[in-house]
């Protein structure tokens, strides 16, 4: 029997859905434009974030996710939904089995709100993956070998600094500290500055403008040895 199989990064700020047949078919902000009074869904992701900051006290713009974990029930389970149904195209009517990325510190409470979602979405069955392991994955990295590699991910709600070896997490810090915070001291600073209020959106283009990532070269003799087995 066919069953449709989808990968999804439900990430603070943006989400990403995966399917194996088509690759990434869909890449959007997490955000959800909702109209206060009539407590409805108006706009969710590219269309809702595009609202942020122009919008009438009628309309409220929420973020569903907090820190990587969901932070609005109702409102994640409507991006959701939104979200599978916009990047599957064909084979509707089957009830797909979701794989989500979750941050390697999230609590049972947080993991099992995950699984309630996708389950009310109409997934077949919910499983859920550790962030670190599925970005060594996606970076090619032979996390079964017996070799330790360290996964860096600075996400929008959590950094998560990992160890791989044998196929899992030998160890794991995750910080709920990460590209959110980076947009806020920007507008602070510019605030304190020079007095001037600026929004998140203009926050999170001065940052992806002036920031840059450096590749080193490590010479050899300063390099860590592999680990015999």
């Known amino acids: 029997m066919f069953i ?5 990064d439900l990430g603070t700020c943006n989400s990403v859905v995966f399917t194996p047949q088509k690759g990434v078919v869909l890449s959007e902000p997490s955000v959800v434009a909702v109209a206060v009074a009539e407590n409805k869904i108006l706009a969710v992701g590219q269309e809702a974030k595009e609202m942020t900051g122009r919008t009438p ?50 609590t049972s409470t947080e993991k099992r709100a995950v699984i309630e979602a996708g389950m009310a979405v109409g997934a077949r069955a919910v499983y859920v993956a550790k962030e670190p392991i599925l970005a060594a994955i996606g970076a090619g990295i032979p ?49 304190k500055k020079y007095n001037l209020a600026i929004g998140e959106q203009t926050a999170e283009e001065i940052k992806v403008k002036i920031g840059m990532c450096s590749f080193f070269n490590i010479p050899a003799n300063k390099r860590l040895g592999k680990l015999n087995c």
Do not use: N, Q
């Open 143 to 191: 996390i079964s070998s017996c070799s330790g590699h360290m996964i860096v991910d600075i996400g929008g709600g959590t950094s998560e600094v990992a160890v791989i070896s044998l196929g899992g997490m030998v160890t794991c810090h995750s910080l709920r500290v990460a590209g959110d915070k980076m947009d806020w001291a920007i507008s602070d600073y510019i605030k």
């Open 4 to 8: 449709k199989k989808i990968g999804i």
């Open 57 to 106: 006290d009628t309309i409220r713009i929420y973020r569903p996710l907090k820190d990587g974990v969901i932070a609005d029930y109702r409102v994640t389970e409507a991006m959701l939904r939104y979200f599978i149904k916009k990047a599957t195209t064909v084979f509707r009517f089957l009830k797909p089995e979701l794989l989500v990325g979750v941050p390697a510190g999230i």
